[in-house]
């Protein structure tokens, strides 16, 4: 495809809402990231994929967070019971090399 | 525990005017430098990495292991050089995983 791609870009829910973002990363990348991004500050890694197996989930703020890869493609982040801290612009990269990530434009999340 | 400091939140410079973004890092070992740029209404993308040791759009960045730095520079700063700019470490055993400084913004005024 043409890059990864990332829906929805925006999304607003209230508090305790729970979402669910999609990552369809470049065809053929073995390794997938999501990220967070607060307003003003630098990219937060949250968890990372290769093929379908989670290998770090380190970063995975609290236990209302979960990520799958299921067919080792497509990755979808989910958020329960969503607090206003999470507020946030979530990235997702998938990569081919070491360090050389690819980025989606984001789904920013606005919690209310 | 590893950090990337990046001390400028904003650099303000005229176009044709040298420009040098700082970054510091800590880790106890040899870790891969980055820098990855994301233009107005752009996705994020990697600029350079420090071991392919190459000039990009101008821009060049050296690993200083003794002051554990890794500060890019353009000897002559163009208007479409106007960005953020964000330092990322990776550390050899972390799967390509990035930890990234919190950025710098360089506006470039002619």
């Known amino acids: 495809g043409a890059g990864v791609s990332q829906s929805p870009r925006y999304k607003v829910a209230k508090r305790g809402q729970d979402v669910a973002l999609r990552c369809d990363p470049i065809?053929?990348?073995?390794?997938l990231f999501w990220y967070q991004q607060a307003l003003g500050q630098g990219p937060e890694f949250l968890t990372y994929f290769q093929n379908e197996a989670q290998l770090d989930k380190s970063g995975l703020p609290s236990d209302r967070f979960f990520a799958e890869r299921p067919e080792g493609s497509v990755s979808t982040l989910k958020i329960q019971r969503t607090q206003q801290e999470d507020s946030a612009v979530y990235l997702c990269a998938s990569s081919l090399i070491r360090g050389e990530l690819f980025f989606g434009e984001g789904s920013r999340l606005t919690v209310l | 525990a590893q950090r990337v400091t990046q001390p400028e939140k904003l650099l303000s410079v005229f176009k044709g005017a040298p420009v040098e973004l700082k970054c510091n890092y800590s880790y106890s070992g040899s870790p891969e430098l980055f820098w990855y740029v994301q233009y107005s209404r752009q996705r994020l993308q990697l600029l350079l990495r420090h071991i392919s040791r190459e000039s990009i759009k101008g821009f060049t960045a050296d690993l200083n292991k003794g002051e554990t730095s890794f500060h890019l520079k353009k000897p002559f700063a163009q208007e479409e050089d106007s960005a953020m700019y964000y330092c990322?470490?990776?550390?050899?055993?972390?799967?390509?995983?990035?930890?990234f400084g919190a950025g710098t913004q360089v506006v470039v005024t002619p």
């Open positions: 990322a470490l990776s550390a050899p055993d972390s799967w390509g995983k990035l930890q």
């Open positions: 065809s053929g990348h073995v390794s």
